[in-house]
């Protein structure tokens, strides 16, 4: 009994000694990114449905909520997608602030000379996190709740994802989070491999291609959907 209590103690200190270190904190962004990112290849997939009309894309939206049935009610799966997805984003988001405060700190007060940052990507990691963030919250008060979307239809989707993009404004604010998402998966799509051990120099070329790829793709395809409004593609 003493030994399951001292094993049971000793258990929280091993995990706030993971959370507590460097490494600890960048395998929990790698891990969290890769979750977010296999969300936004189903959520991409999901969005290019709306070239296939409204009854396609209503469908499928409604589909999202049936998901697992008989064997889940209503929605739960849907419910189940959201926890796991705002756990991932709020541990990335805290685990990349509080990386950035240690960096900081453990910088010297001046340089002789300022770093240059490797790419464009780089230096706009931070920022472009804070462009998603705030992305996130009107993208939910735009097209979950419908809070800002003034011409929004409840239970219509497409109808509502049209409104959206039929102003100038939802355009803006969607084009340029997507930017941010195509460089944020760029650069982060590598930083992870590096950081899970899947890297070397032999792959690193490799890699890279897979995130250019994939910063490219799914840029392109969540862009295709106001782009493909505006035109009158989609109406």
Request: aromatic share 10%; no cysteine; net charge positive.
């Amino acid at each position: 009994m003493a030994l399951a209590t001292r094993t049971e103690e000793r258990q929280p200190s091993l995990t706030r000694s993971f959370w507590g270190s460097t490494v600890g904190k960048k395998t929990v962004m790698a891990v969290s990114g890769l979750i977010m990112l296999m969300y936004l290849v189903a959520h991409m997939l999901g969005n290019l449905k709306i070239f296939f009309g409204s009854g396609e894309f209503n469908a499928y939206a409604h589909w999202l909520r049936t998901m697992g049935e008989p064997l889940l009610h209503y929605e739960w799966a849907l419910w189940i997608v959201r926890v796991v997805l705002l756990a991932a984003v709020v541990l990335h988001g805290v685990a990349a602030y509080q990386l950035s405060r240690r960096d900081i700190r453990a910088r010297p007060s001046k340089y002789v000379h300022k770093r240059r940052r490797a790419s464009y990507a780089t230096r706009t990691m931070r920022w472009g996190g804070i462009i998603l963030a705030l992305f996130i919250v009107w993208h939910l008060l735009d097209l979950t709740t419908l809070t800002v979307n003034e011409n929004a239809q409840p239970g219509r989707p497409y109808e509502n994802v049209v409104a959206t993009f039929s102003t100038w404004y939802g355009n803006v604010i969607y084009l340029v989070a997507m930017l941010a998402v195509g460089l944020h998966i760029r650069h982060g799509f590598w930083s992870a491999a590096q950081t899970l051990g899947v890297g070397n120099a032999r792959r690193d070329r490799i890699l890279k291609t897979v995130a250019n790829g994939l910063a490219l793709v799914l840029t392109a395809g969540f862009v295709s959907v106001p782009v493909a409004v505006m035109t009158g593609v989609v109406s």
